[in-house]
């Protein structure tokens, strides 16, 4: 790295509004101006970056604060540590890892990690059902089906497509949902208890691509999420896409009798 980019990036990160005006514990504050300097260019990608004990001393920050702002960056895969380097910016969009053990929304799954969530509607009304919709949904003849359907973000980069559609008496007025989908079900005392998922992999046509932001024919996941109510009465099915690079998909599995 050339000395004019070491002295940009020393002058972008000593103390100023970024510390004092913004809300949060220091560390998340810290995180974000980094996350800010990738996404501006300011950090390129595989551009090395300061010394925890640089950051700490250009900041005024101390150790503890700044190797748990560097380790969200590396959980988030938004940065790599390399032994005997030190810390690079990655080269590819963060990575998110969720777990496929708990029956979560996207919105809780990003704010959990501090992420902000941000969505662009697609479709979101009452809709005369596809045949496949009345056979996942168990729809009886005439009955309409209320669809959402978004592209989601997380930190302003596109994540994943979600397409739901559930019984209109479970979602009789889509507009209600304003974020998370679980949270209107919740409040109805409709949130689901428990899933079946299935997860393929797919080449992304032009229309998705686009909208993710990547190119037509790029890998990525499709995953059908079919939800059900305590009486095992079925009340959502998604169809989602996701980035295959932006997320990794873990499973806690376990020895049949322990």
């Known amino acids: 790295m050339s000395s004019d980019a070491i002295e940009t990036i020393e002058t972008y990160l000593r103390p100023g509004a970024w510390v004092e005006d913004a ?8 995180r974000k101006r980094i996350e800010q300097g990738i996404d501006s260019g300011l950090l390129a990608k595989s551009a090395p970056l300061p010394a925890e004990r640089e950051i700490a001393s250009l900041t005024g920050l101390s150790r503890v604060t700044v190797r748990r702002a560097m380790q969200e960056l590396v959980d988030r895969g938004i940065i790599v540590q390399r032994q005997g380097s ?77 397409r739901a559609s559930l019984p209109t008496d479970i979602l009789p007025d889509p507009e209600l949902v304003s974020s998370s989908l679980y949270a ?10 428990r899933a079946l998922q299935r997860i393929s992999a797919v080449n992304l046509g032009a229309e998705d691509a686009a909208l993710l932001g990547v190119e037509p024919g790029t890998a990525g996941l499709r995953i059908i999420r079919t939800s059900y109510l305590p009486n095992r009465r079925v009340i959502e099915y998604t169809r989602s896409l996701y980035r295959a690079d932006a997320y990794d998909f873990v499973a806690e599995l376990r020895l049949g009798n322990s």
């Open 23 to 30: 809300a949060g514990p220091l560390y998340v504050r810290l």
């Open 86 to 162: 030190g810390s690079f910016v990655a080269d590819a969009a963060p990575r998110v890892e969720q777990s496929l053990s708990h029956l979560t929304s996207f919105t809780e799954d990003m704010e959990r990690r501090g992420l902000n969530v941000t969505s662009e509607w697609l479709t979101r009304g009452v809709f005369i059902p596809s045949p496949e919709e009345v056979m996942a949904l168990a729809l009886s003849s005439g009955e309409q089906v209320a669809r959402v359907a978004r592209l989601r973000r997380a930190e302003g980069r596109p994540m994943a497509i979600e």
């Open 184 to 193: 209107v079900l919740e409040r109805d005392g409709n949130r689901p208890v």
